[in-house]
């Protein structure tokens, strides 16, 4: 066997959104070298579905089948430099290959999209959340094997790869046998077979033409079919082309129940095969086949003019050879020869050994993306889709550049890569069909590969892009022939067999194979036994028989390498699975791998090959059948585990668990099935039966499901009668499946002309009305997705719109006298009380405050309390020392407090009113020393001390001055005596 290294030649789109041409979007064309050891094939070939999937199942740490829940891009800086890493979370639906606890797995694929950057590898896996797939992976941390072929995208339940189409449940389990052994026999789909059979309600595709070839131009397309609807509304048409892309939707002309015209999107494959989706509210069609006419795709960009001249300079760094400026050069001449109006032209050297985006368009040899065997950058305008530079970097540290004569098959050859790379600089994009592969942008190669003539494809594409007079006239076809070898010129195995074994022998005398035809029954197995009459027999020494399975469309489906050794030839008792009815072709081939066309041998290389058909049998009852409890509000939805090789599936349903009576329902092609027939409020259990050819299993497990509907009328509904002074409270009980409320209000017991006031979540609701005291009714309607119930019973309520509270302050006295300095031990104390509180509350908070005469700018000091936990102040007077907080006798002090409910907010307020008194100023200097004692001594003595009068003296207002008031104000004077024992001050001087 022959082991090739392989070559996918990628495109990776860097872009940036700007408001001038001072900064610009860039476009990144890669050529990435993937080593993939122990594949099969002849240099340059495309490597085959089976094999392919083999390798990549053998080299992935854990493959799983899953959901993407979300991606989030971020900016990271690696070896490569800062590049955008995009972290994809999937959800896992199946364990394929690995250990996984979790059921999710997170990975990261290059490229995304942070703020008004974004770039994208094409060549590498790109996710949008919502996918179902199936992805390879490997590596610590994670991240997606084998470029694009590490994810296959699912529609439909079903898989669409290199020309084959597979339910996924039957690819997953030849994925599971593949892990196990990766020579394992297994059939991993069958050919595209165009339109599908119309199904009942659901959009069916008959037909779909081109106005001009599908080339990524947004060309006209007109599709026909059934059950489009008369109207577009929410319906949509979607193309892709397999697994290497998302889906992407088309803008619509017009739409009617059996034509769609529509704009074919910009970006679908137009070289091979792609698929086309009808999706209305009944669901999606099948995807439908069609062939592009044309074999380039056009990325969007162009350099503008009519008539670009493009210049660009070689740095000619590489020590691997001499004369690569001349082979970048030949390779540049190769398409100024195509005839468009477009121009390569030389324009010296650069010195750049990178992509720099400065105007120059440089081609050197330097370092570049992991993996990459050549870097092409290119940098536009978004607004015009302009190209302004393109750079070229060749890999020099990774691999051998050979510039002259054949390279070894180890050398990459400058300018067949240099041709692929200044296709990317006129904005083409790689081809992925088998049958592009001798075509210059095909997207695979390998080491020691030479393409240096441009094909019809790459030339109709420059011109589609630039134009020309004659354009393109000159290029050869280059097409691929790969189904000369299906004739079945040797012989016809009619319908096998099913008694073991039928023999035909022969020789490979068909240019190195032989071809038998036979007619395939879906779901039976067929055993074949490969016995050559002897080793190397044959001029052809060391012949190596193998044999492969193909369809009409010359698509190898399956197949296993053969052994010259002996005793034991092989394959012996290979086995096939046929997954769909129709011709195929059994295949020897000799000194190849079965998955290629490709052969070598002679007539004289003889062998006998035994087959029969196995007999088939029903397949057995699903699994896991589950159907929904509520989840929608228009079907139940019965889902279920997949069956190995069931065709089909019965869904059956009754309103008692008995599968006896039960009816079937419908038919369904994979899980899951919606009952869109199940009557709301009703309970019905659910069975599947799985189906072939070969007959029907049993019933499955049943699971009872129910259809959502919108919620009853809740009950128990009770409004406020008086409770609350500000708002009516409206109480009910739950509703079960309810999500919401609405609370509706009239004036009269009336309903039909209630208005609706608000909602709610759950019970109760407070409600302020127009007017207190104005009794209301109040009804309540529960809702959820599925739609409102109706009115529950009324019940009147109102309130009473007195809300605030009386409070009142008490004080244990109404006078206090000033104190000596440093004296505070002469004390009021206020206290409040709430004397009517209509709403209620349960605690409430105080503010006290001091409102204090004009004069006066120090308040009393506090001793206890006055905090807004306390119902109660205790204060003192300021020292006989500060002065701004002293007052003459008879001024008014007062103290309010405000009181606040802790429940519900409302206030009221108190004050009480009191006076402070400096005790022994007789001379009103706000200080009480001798001076004061000498007047009170003098006027003790005489009656008469100067200008002060009667009433000053008289200290403790006994209406008379004597020995006691002399005493009083000795002992004040002295710092003895805090005197508060009098009714109240004298009068005020």
Request: glycine fraction near 10%.
């Amino acid at each position: 066997m022959k082991k090739i290294t392989t070559l996918l030649l990628s495109t990776v789109f860097v872009f940036k959104t700007f408001v001038s041409k001072a900064r610009h979007r860039v476009v990144r064309v890669a050529l990435f070298l993937i080593i993939l050891s122990g594949f099969s094939s002849y240099a340059v070939a495309n490597i085959q579905e089976k094999r392919d999937i083999a390798e990549m199942a053998e080299r992935s740490g854990l493959i799983i089948r899953g959901k993407v829940i979300s991606t989030e891009s971020q900016w990271k800086e690696d070896s490569r430099g800062r590049h955008i890493y995009t972290s994809v979370t999937v959800r896992i639906l199946d364990k394929i290959k690995g250990n996984i606890k979790d059921d999710a797995v997170a990975f990261e694929v290059v490229g995304g999209i942070v703020g008004d950057i974004g770039e994208v590898v094409s060549g590498t896996a790109v996710f949008g959340v919502d996918e179902e797939v199936i992805v390879f992976l490997g590596g610590e941390p994670l991240t997606i094997q084998h470029g694009t072929n590490g994810k296959i995208l699912i529609y439909d339940g079903r898989v669409y790869r290199d020309g084959l189409e597979v339910t996924v449940d039957s690819f997953i389990e030849s994925l599971k046998i593949l892990e196990q052994d990766s020579n394992a026999a297994v059939s991993l789909g069958e050919e595209y077979q165009g339109a599908p059979a119309e199904a009942t309600g659901v959009a069916t595709v008959t037909s779909v033409s081109f106005d001009e070839a599908p080339d990524g131009t947004n060309a006209q397309v007109t599709i026909t079919g059934t059950n489009f609807g008369s109207k577009q509304g929410s319906s949509k048409v979607e193309f892709f082309y397999e697994s290497r892309q998302q889906k992407k939707a088309a803008s619509i002309v017009s739409w009617s129940d059996t034509e769609i015209i529509c704009a074919a999107p910009v970006g679908i494959a137009s070289a091979g095969k792609s698929l086309v989706i009808v999706t209305t509210s009944d669901g999606a069609s099948s995807g439908y086949v069609i062939e592009a006419a044309d074999c380039y795709i056009y990325g969007g960009q162009k350099w503008f003019g009519t008539s670009p001249v493009v210049s660009y300079r070689i740095n000619e760094n590489t020590s691997d050879c001499v004369g690569e400026g001349a082979a970048v050069r030949r390779a540049a001449d190769t398409w100024n020869d195509v005839g468009a109006n477009f121009e390569f032209r030389y324009d010296g050297s650069c010195s750049s050994t990178g992509a720099s985006q400065n105007y120059i368009n440089c081609i050197t040899w330097g370092t570049v993306l992991s993996g990459a065997v050549a870097e092409t950058t290119s940098w536009f305008y978004p607004s015009t889709g302009e190209i302004v530079e393109c750079d070229i970097v060749f890999n020099d540290p990774g691999y051998t550049w050979n510039s002259e004569g054949p390279p070894a098959s180890w050398e990459w050859d400058i300018e067949s890569v240099a041709l692929h790379e200044f296709g990317h600089w006129l904005r083409l994009e790689d081809l992925y069909d088998v049958a592009d592969k001798l075509r210059v942008m095909y997207w695979q190669r390998s080491a020691g590969f030479v393409i240096r003539e441009l094909c019809e494809c790459d030339c109709d594409g420059m011109c589609h892009i630039y134009g020309g007079y004659n354009c393109g006239a000159y290029c050869p076809l280059c097409e691929v022939r790969l189904c000369s070898e299906c004739e079945p010129e040797d012989a016809d195995l009619g319908t096998i067999g099913t008694v073991p074994w039928y023999s035909v022998s022969g020789n490979c005398g068909n240019g190195g194979k032989w071809v038998g035809q036979f007619v395939g029954e879906s779901g039976a197995t067929y055993h074949f036994d490969l016995c050559p009459d002897s080793p190397g027999s044959g001029t052809n020494s060391g012949f190596d028989p193998d044999i492969k399975i193909v369809n009409s469309w010359c698509s190898i489906l399956d197949g296993e390498d053969g052994s010259c050794s002996s005793p034991s030839y092989s394959p012996n008792d290979y086995q096939w699975v046929c997954t769909s009815g129709g011709t195929y072709y059994v295949i020897i081939a000799p000194f190849s791998s079965y998955n290629s066309h490709s052969c070598d041998g002679e007539s004289s290389d003889t062998f006998t090959l035994k087959y029969y058909k196995q007999g088939c049998s029903p397949p057995p009852a699903p699994m896991g059948v589950s159907a929904s409890d509520g989840t929608y509000c228009d079907k139940v939805r019965v889902d279920y585990y997949s069956v190995w090789g069931a065709t089909g599936y019965e869904i059956w349903r009754n309103t008692t668990n008995n599968s006896g009576s039960a009816s079937k329902i419908g038919d369904d092609s994979s899980p899951p099935y919606d009952d869109f027939g199940a009557a709301a409020g009703v309970t019905y259990y659910y069975w599947v039966k799985a189906k072939n050819s070969c007959g029907t299993s049993g019933f499955s497990s049943s699971d009872p499901g129910y259809r959502l509907s919108a919620p009853s009328a809740p009950t128990g509904v009770w409004a406020s009668d008086g409770t609350y002074c500000d708002k009516v409270r409206v109480n009910w009980n739950s509703v079960s499946g309810a999500t919401g409320f609405e609370i509706w209000r009239n004036t009269t017991n009336n309903s039909g002309s209630a208005s609706k006031i608000g909602e709610d979540s759950s019970s109760p609701y407070d409600d302020v009305p127009p007017e207190c005291g104005v009794t209301y009714y109040y009804w309540v309607k529960a809702k959820n997705s599925c739609g409102t119930g109706g009115f529950s019973s009324s019940d009147p309520g109102y309130c009473t719109g007195q809300c605030a509270c009386s409070a009142g302050v008490d004080m244990d006295e109404l006078w206090m006298y000033q104190n000596l300095p440093g004296q505070m031990n002469c004390t009021l104390t206020a206290c409040a009380s709430i004397t009517d509180d209509p709403m209620g509350n349960s605690s409430y908070s105080y503010a006290w405050e001091f409102i204090l005469p004009s004069d006066v700018s120090l308040a009393p000091v506090t001793v206890e309390g006055g905090g807004a936990g306390d119902a109660c102040w205790t204060f003192a007077s300021r020292g006989c020392d500060e002065p701004e907080g002293l007052s003459d006798s008879g001024q008014v002090f007062t103290v309010r407090v405000t009181v606040t409910g802790d429940d519900y907010g409302n206030t009221c307020q108190a004050e009480v009113e009191f006076g402070i008194a400096l005790l022994g100023d007789v001379n009103n200097d706000r200080v009480v020393n001798v001076g004061d004692r000498s007047i009170v001594n003098a006027f003790w003595r005489t009656g008469s001390a100067g200008v002060y009068t009667f009433r000053d003296c008289n200290l403790n207002c006994d209406s008379a001055v004597n020995v006691a008031d002399r005493s009083i104000a000795n002992a004040v004077w002295r710092g003895t005596l805090c005197q508060n024992s009098v009714s109240e001050p004298c009068p005020l001087r």
